[in-house]
C-alpha cells in the first residue's frame, strides 16, 4: 500500500489510525490505495498496537423467556445506546454461571445482576479488568456497581397501600435468590411491621417473576378464608397475571382487591386496568454504567463508583380504599 501511495509506511499508519498529522496530498494517495487494495484495518491489531480496547461486555445470566422481559430489554437496550454514544463495541455474554468469559476481547465488563456467576466477577477483578456491576449492591466485593434501592421499592409500595387504608395486604416476591427479590420482600415486611400491621405467613408467597408463579400464587391467596385486600407483586408481569385471574373469578381489580406491581414497563398501559407500580429507571442505569465504566477504563484510578438510585411509585387505576362492607 505503501508502494502504490508512494509514502512512508508511517504516513499509511497515521491515515488509518485517522491522525492529524498527515498533509491532504498524501491523505488523498492513501485513501485511494486503501480503496484499490480493498484493504481492511484489523480492529483487534490496531487495538493491541495502542493499548486500548473499546469493546465493553455484558454478562447477563440467563433464564426462561429473558427476552421477553422488560428488565432484559431495558438494560440491553440502555447498554446499547450508551455504546453507540461513545463508539464502543459490545459483546454480550449469557451466563449460567460455568461457561467461560472471554476477558481477552473486551476493555470492561458489565455484569447485569449476579446469580449463580460470582466467581466470574471474581475472576475478571483478579484480571485486573474493569467491571461494573448492575442491579446488585455487591459491597463485599472491590467492585464498582450501581443499582435500584429494591428496599426502598418495598417500602414504597407497602405504604402506599397502607395509606388507602388496606391491613390485609399479601405479597408475591421476586426469585429470593436474586437480592432484589429479596430486598424488595424485606422492604415491604420491615414497613408493615414498623406499622404494627401483621403479614400472615400464607400472605407470602414466594414467586421467581414468572406469570406462572402468580398464577399459582393468586390461586392460593383467593382460596383464603380471609383473602386479602391489597396484592403487592414485585414484578410487573406478575401484577399482569395476578389481574387477569382475579377477573376470571368474578372478582374485580380495585373494587374487590387492588394490585400494585414493580418495574413499570408497557404492560402497565395495556392491561385490563392500568396499573400501578414502583418505577425502577432501568434504562437509565445501564446507560450509566457504561458511561461510568469507559471512565475507568480510560483512567484505572478513578474512585469506586458504588450508586443507588430511588424508584418512584407510578399511580393508575389498580389501587382503591378497601371496600369495609366486605
Known amino acids: 500500500m505503501a508502494r502504490r501511495a508512494k509514502v512512508s509506511i508511517a504516513t499509511v499508519s497515521r491515515v488509518i489510525n485517522n491522525l492529524p498529522s498527515v498533509n491532504q496530498e498524501n491523505r488523498a494517495k492513501v485513501e485511494e490505495a486503501i480503496a484499490h487494495l480493498k484493504f481492511i484495518p484489523n480492529v483487534n491489531a490496531q487495538r493491541l498496537a495502542s493499548g486500548q480496547n473499546n469493546s465493553i461486555g455484558l454478562v447477563m445470566p440467563g433464564y426462561p423467556g ?26 454480550f455474554h449469557i451466563t449460567n454461571g460455568f461457561n467461560p468469559i472471554n476477558y481477552n476481547a473486551v476493555g470492561g465488563i458489565i455484569f447485569a445482576d449476579i ?44 405504604d402506599y397501600l397502607f395509606s388507602l387504608g388496606h391491613r390485609k395486604i399479601a405479597t408475591v416476591t421476586g426469585n429470593l435468590n436474586t437480592q432484589a427479590g429479596a430486598l424488595r420482600l424485606d422492604g415491604f415486611k420491615q414497613y408493615l411491621d414498623k406499622k404494627k400491621c401483621e403479614v400472615p405467613e400464607d400472605y407470602i408467597c414466594k414467586g421467581d417473576y414468572s406469570r406462572r408463579s402468580a398464577h399459582l400464587a ?6 383464603l378464608k380471609e383473602r386479602p385486600t391489597a396484592i403487592f407483586a ?17 372478582l374485580k381489580v380495585p373494587e374487590d382487591i387492588s394490585v400494585i406491581g414493580f418495574d413499570d414497563g ?61
Open 66 to 91: 429473558m427476552f421477553h422481559s422488560f428488565y432484559a430489554i431495558e438494560i440491553i437496550r440502555g447498554i446499547g445506546h450508551a455504546c453507540e454514544t461513545l463508539h464502543l463495541d459490545l459483546v
Open 115 to 158: 446469580i449463580e456467576n460470582r466467581k466470574q466477577v471474581e475472576e475478571a477483578v483478579s484480571r485486573g479488568i474493569p467491571c461494573m456491576i448492575i442491579n446488585n449492591q455487591a459491597d463485599d466485593l472491590e467492585v464498582d456497581y450501581i443499582a435500584v434501592d429494591n428496599r426502598l421499592g418495598g417500602e414504597i409500595a407497602a
Open 218 to 223: 393468586i390461586e392460593k391467596l383467593l382460596a
Open 234 to 250: 414485585a414484578s410487573d408481569e406478575m401484577a399482569s397475571e395476578i389481574i387477569g385471574v382475579i377477573f376470571e373469578t368474578g
Open 266 to 326: 408497557p404492560s402497565c398501559l395495556f392491561g385490563t386496568v392500568g396499573l400501578t407500580t414502583v418505577k425502577q429507571p432501568l434504562f437509565e442505569m445501564a446507560e450509566k454504567a457504561v458511561r461510568l465504566l469507559y471512565t475507568a477504563i480510560q483512567n484505572k484510578e478513578t474512585d469506586r463508583q458504588r450508586l443507588t438510585l430511588p424508584p418512584q411509585l407510578v399511580i393508575r387505576e389498580s389501587c382503591l380504599t378497601p371496600n369495609r362492607s366486605k
